[in-house]
């Protein structure tokens, strides 16, 4: 049984550019949320995705999107990025609903650094 | 404005000691907590819960106490294993979806 994955594992971009992480979900699970984790810090929420709509947002800008798709795969879009986008961004995915508030099973995250 | 903190960077404990970590929070509406464990180059692992109806969740060497009145949570560990050796990151919930996490404790457990 396959956890969540996540690709790339690294990537490094110039400022300005754009970005697109990807996200599997585990087995069975269909929602799935982003987190950015700067060095030193602990996970940020950036937005859950549960049927392919985003059900809720932490406080990031509109330079952050993402997308589901009907297998609950998702994507990660940060636009114009800022050297401060430089950081960990892990994916976590649950199973809505399974007998109230719920473990999240993160993936291993991607290392975004930007120049 | 951080909701969730972990005041101890780092903790050392003998093999076989108890280690205690803890953990505040600001957010009365906060009614579910967690516990994970986080390796280097790996993502965070999920490790005990609590619901805000009780006051303390085991499960084998791991117990989680909370405390409501003074917003706070605490994770035993008896007894410490090397392998225990990681960074613990708590985590708190009000609605189920947005979970606010901790700056971490980084424990060493000593052989």
């Known amino acids: 049984d396959a956890g969540v994955t996540q690709s790339p594992t690294h990537l490094i971009k110039t400022r300005g550019q754009q970005v697109t992480l990807r996200c599997s979900p585990k087995?069975?699970?269909?929602?799935v949320s982003w987190y950015q984790q700067a060095l030193g810090q602990g996970p940020q929420f950036i937005f859950q995705?549960?049927?392919?709509?985003?059900?809720q947002r932490g406080n990031f800008p509109d330079r952050f999107s993402g997308h589901q798709f009907p297998n609950y795969s998702s994507e990660l879009n940060v636009n114009a990025l800022l050297l401060g986008d430089s950081a960990l961004y892990l994916c976590?995915?649950?199973?809505?609903?399974?007998?109230?508030?719920?473990?999240?099973?993160f993936g291993p995250g991607t290392r975004l650094t930007v120049t | 404005d951080q909701q969730v903190k972990q005041n101890s960077p780092s903790l050392s404990v003998q093999e076989g000691r108890i280690s205690i970590l803890n953990c505040d929070y600001t957010?009365?509406?906060?009614?579910?907590f967690l516990w994970y464990k986080k390796y280097p180059a790996e993502g965070p692992t999920f490790l005990i819960s609590?619901?805000?109806?009780?006051d303390k969740n085991e499960d084998g060497r791991f117990t989680v106490f909370l405390n409501k009145s003074a917003k706070h949570l605490s994770l035993h560990i008896v007894p410490s294993q090397p392998g225990d050796s990681a960074v613990y990151f708590c985590?708190?919930?009000?609605?189920?979806?947005?979970?606010?996490f901790g700056t971490g404790t980084s424990l060493t457990v000593i052989p």
């Open positions: 976590a995915s649950s199973l809505d609903g399974a007998g109230g508030p719920y473990e999240q099973y």
């Open positions: 087995s069975g699970h269909d929602t």
């Open positions: 995705y549960y049927e392919e709509e985003e059900r």
């Open positions: 957010n009365s509406m906060f009614d579910y």
């Open positions: 609590i619901s805000s109806i009780k």
């Open positions: 985590a708190a919930s009000a609605t189920g979806n947005q979970f606010y």
